[in-house]
């Protein structure tokens, strides 16, 4: 890591200021760091790298954040996240996850439009979030979302804004379950090779960007009204969609 250019180490801890960001609720902006790294340690690399930025964030924003968890929500969607990451680790370890970026961006911008039409139409589909192939399918797509890219918070973020979650009972609800499904990726990372001491040492180094940006980002979060946060979300989710299938 002592090859490193001063520019890089820039735009390292803009990227880690993005996770504290994404933690604080603004889940969408959680593209930033996963780019960041991608473009500075390759895209393989960068998971095992910001795997324990990204649990000290979780640890922060449950400390902060996380007084309001519902855990009904947490329960039913980590069984078959669990399912996802083991599903993903075992890509990471046998093809190209490259590959699977525009598949996960497509159902990423498929999702952010169908939420779309269900603000605008309270009505559409029912009770489809509540059904239970529908809590399947969220999780598995978060699970090898997050194990193959760390790009699971647009999709979590989808799943319980489509469960009508208001603001602050997200926030806390993804922080808990963010956390839990983070610590079980740290020994499947470890076997990939991707966590050393090397790695570590970059992440001591970088921490504090993410306690800045955990912090600005709750200071931003309580100043943006419900509906406003909600299509901010929606907006970044499928801006990070598209960064994930190339067409920007």
């Known amino acids: 890591m002592s090859e490193?250019?001063?520019?890089?180490?820039?735009?390292?801890?803009l990227g880690a200021t993005g996770i504290g960001l994404s933690k604080s609720g603004l889940a969408g902006v959680s593209l930033v760091h996963v780019l960041v790294f991608a473009f500075v340690f390759g895209a393989r690399a960068s998971t095992g790298i910001l795997?324990?930025?990204?649990?000290?964030?979780d640890l922060c924003a449950v400390r902060l954040v996380g007084q309001g968890v519902v855990w009904a929500y947490v329960r039913r969607l980590l069984p078959p996240a669990l399912v996802g990451v083991v599903a993903g680790w075992w890509l990471l370890d046998h093809l190209d996850e490259a590959a699977f970026r525009p598949i996960i961006g497509s159902i990423i911008l498929v999702l952010s439009l169908v939420q779309w039409f269900r603000m605008r139409r309270p009505d559409l589909f029912g009770n489809v979030p509540h059904a239970r192939w529908f809590v399947i399918g969220m999780g598995v797509l978060a699970g090898l979302t997050t194990m193959l890219a760390n790009a699971a918070g647009p999709v979590v973020a989808?799943?319980?804004?489509?469960?009508?979650?208001?603001k602050a009972p997200l926030i806390a609800t993804a922080a808990w379950f963010f956390l839990?499904?983070?610590?079980?990726?740290?020994?499947?990372?470890?076997?990939?090779?991707?966590?050393?001491a090397e790695t570590l040492g970059v992440n001591l180094?970088?921490?504090?960007?993410?306690?800045?940006g955990l912090y600005a980002g709750r200071w931003l979060v309580r100043r943006i009204p419900q509906r406003l946060f909600d299509s901010l979300l929606l907006l970044f989710s499928g801006v990070a969609a598209l960064r994930l299938i190339g067409v920007i």
């Open 158 to 166: 989808l799943y319980l804004l489509a469960s009508a979650l208001p």
């Open 4 to 13: 490193l250019t001063w520019l890089e180490w820039a735009l390292l801890m």
């Open 205 to 212: 180094l970088l921490s504090p960007c993410v306690l800045v």
């Open 51 to 57: 795997l324990p930025l990204l649990i000290v964030g």
């Open 180 to 196: 839990i499904l983070n610590v079980s990726k740290v020994p499947l990372s470890m076997n990939l090779g991707l966590i050393d």
